[in-house]
């Protein structure tokens, strides 16, 4: 009888998860729809091309929000189990609390694992599939940061055309580098100039190229090039016009949401040899990794509150305590990331104590309203 009640409570919560999700997901499309056509104010993407950025960015607003739907949905699963009198019977027929709580903390540590596990890595890809036509179509950012195993790649345009710099690594600011090679190219995409420089320091309006060693190539492959211009100019310092911030090349970044959970620990890697600060991204892996424990701790919470019996009354007002609950946990684990990703707090910490906290939370709520 425990195993056939305990896989009747599963499959009526993961039935409100899936109807939870379903009715954010529209939301979250509908909502993004409308901010994309404000932001499109030029007409440059039809509304074929909307709907297809609303459909890709939607995915990653449900990996932060999933922890309120999985509230939402424990709540709704044992709201209607106490308004139909099932929890009464079940309790007097001997079965315990935890036997009926068990059931749905299992079906949602398992929908944890799934959403670190395969649902982000989709949901990365969506993301950066937006970010794509995100950038082609409606964002006017003129500066492009990678990082990879020989270093990083930086490309900023202007009137003039582009400037790509490649170091070797690069301070935690990202104001200053190291091991430089400045490619430039004209309008037509023609490389005319390299520099080789020991280290780069971002001024105000230019990169400050310090050692420096420059080739100009202009037309060298036209009827007007000279020999001399391929040869190196040694240089004490060059100076390259930049509108760039150390804040705006790291928010340049790939951000950590369009980078797939088993992709990270490698891209963290490549961070960390290239001298950058990984504690954004670190928080956003450990995040993931907590998704099991979050869900649990929602579904405690969201049963705590709401498997008074009817009779009682009041559950209007439990409703409203266990959403008051979920926000105000969401603000304390916002204001914890903060921490975290500025290195004030260990990004292991900032991840892990609000879930564990959350957990120890509602079981205290479970003692407090419940007698046994």
């Known amino acids: 009888m425990t195993r056939t009640l305990g896989l009747y409570l599963a499959r009526r919560f993961l039935q409100a998860a899936l109807a939870v999700f379903l009715g954010i997901f529209v939301l979250v499309v509908l909502i993004d729809l409308v901010e994309l056509g404000r932001s499109n104010a030029d007409g440059g993407a039809d ?92 964002d006017n950012m003129r500066s492009r940061l990678s990082v990879s195993g020989d270093g990083l790649w930086l490309r900023q345009s202007d009137e003039g055309g582009q400037t790509v710099i490649h170091a070797g690594r690069a301070s935690g600011r990202a104001n200053r580098l190291w091991n430089v090679i400045v490619f430039q190219f004209d309008p037509d995409d023609t490389l005319y100039r390299r520099i080789d420089a020991q280290t780069a320091v971002l001024r105000a309006g230019a990169w400050e190229l310090n050692v420096a060693r420059q080739w100009n190539l202009a037309r060298l492959g036209s009827d007007e090039a000279r020999p001399a211009e391929a040869r190196a100019v040694e240089l004490e310092q060059v100076a390259i016009p930049t509108d760039l911030t150390p804040e705006r090349i790291i928010d340049n970044f790939a951000p950590p949401e369009t980078i797939s959970f088993w992709d990270l620990p490698r891209f963290i890697a490549e961070l960390d040899r290239a001298g950058f600060s990984t504690d954004r991204h670190r928080l956003h892996f450990h995040s993931l990794m907590t998704a099991p424990v979050l869900f649990a701790a929602m579904v405690l919470i969201g049963a705590a509150f709401s498997m008074r019996h009817v009779r009682f009354g009041g559950l209007g007002w439990m409703a409203f305590g266990c959403l008051l609950t979920g926000f105000g946990y969401f603000f304390l684990a916002d204001l914890a990331a903060t921490f975290g990703a500025s290195g004030a707090v260990p990004p292991v910490l900032a991840a892990w104590g609000p879930p564990s906290a959350a957990v120890l939370f509602a079981l205290g709520l479970l003692l407090q309203f419940e007698d046994g």
């Open 47 to 138: 509304l074929g091309t909307l709907l297809t950025m609303a459909l890709l960015h939607a995915p990653t607003v449900i990996i932060t929000i999933a922890p309120f739907a999985v509230l939402l949905a424990a709540l709704a699963t044992y709201a209607r189990l106490a308004r139909s009198s099932e929890l009464v019977v079940a309790r007097s027929s001997g079965v315990s609390l935890r036997a009926l709580l068990t059931p749905t903390v299992l079906a949602a540590m398992l929908l944890g694992v799934v959403d670190f596990a395969v649902y982000n890595p989709l949901a990365a890809a969506f993301a950066s599939r937006f970010e794509t036509l995100e950038a082609r179509y409606l």
